[in-house]
């Protein structure tokens, strides 16, 4: 059993490693405006909140020194909340940590993919009390081209994530930055 188990997490710790980032990604041209238009999570607890999802925005907004800020806003059971979050930058283009303080550990975060004014797939990993993974799309609008949704899901079912764990959500009403915020 230890052997299977210690087998399941190298074999999970692999295809993270697998995962590249956006070719020459570039942070002033990622900057700006998007919604998390996809979701998908590997957490068991994930699955029965699907349908209390919605679609949240954020606002990207890189720094001199290569770290990037986000700031991102989500309707919850108590209203709108917003949370700000800084990426650091690693050695690798595409790639960033950050510090959560809700689990009080660093994870990781790579741009998978993105052509900066329609779509991106980003990868967030962090290892716990086990590995886990979220896989979110994001859009420039709060639609994007069904083309892009399947290459999504495609990419997150390629990363072992289970298909219930997918989520498109329904827009959030009343939860954005004002239209002054870039």
Not at 60 to 80: K, S, Y
Not at 118 to 132: I, P, Q, S, T, W
Request: proline share 8%; aromatic share 12%.
């Amino acid at each position: 059993m230890t052997m299977t188990v210690a087998m399941v997490m190298l074999c999970t710790m692999m295809v993270h490693a697998n995962v590249k980032p956006q070719k020459d990604f570039n942070p002033q041209k990622f900057a700006g405006k998007w919604y998390r238009v996809g979701l998908a999570y590997d957490s068991p607890s994930f699955v029965p909140y699907r349908s209390q999802i919605k679609a949240s925005v954020g606002i990207v907004t890189p720094l001199p020194n290569g770290n990037v800020n986000l700031t991102m806003w989500e309707a919850t059971p108590f209203g709108c909340q917003s949370q700000k979050y800084q990426y650091e930058r690693t050695s690798v283009p595409g790639q960033f940590t950050y510090f959560s303080t809700r689990h009080n550990m660093v994870k990781d975060i790579t741009v998978v993919e993105t052509n900066y004014t329609d779509y991106a797939v980003v990868l967030k990993h962090k290892v716990f009390n086990r590995e886990y993974t979220q896989v979110a799309l994001y859009g420039r609008a709060l639609s994007v081209r069904p083309e892009v949704i399947q290459k999504f899901k495609a990419f997150t079912l390629s990363r072992g994530l289970p298909r219930e764990s997918v989520v498109i959500p329904p827009p959030a009403e009343n939860c954005a930055p004002s239209r002054s915020t870039r």
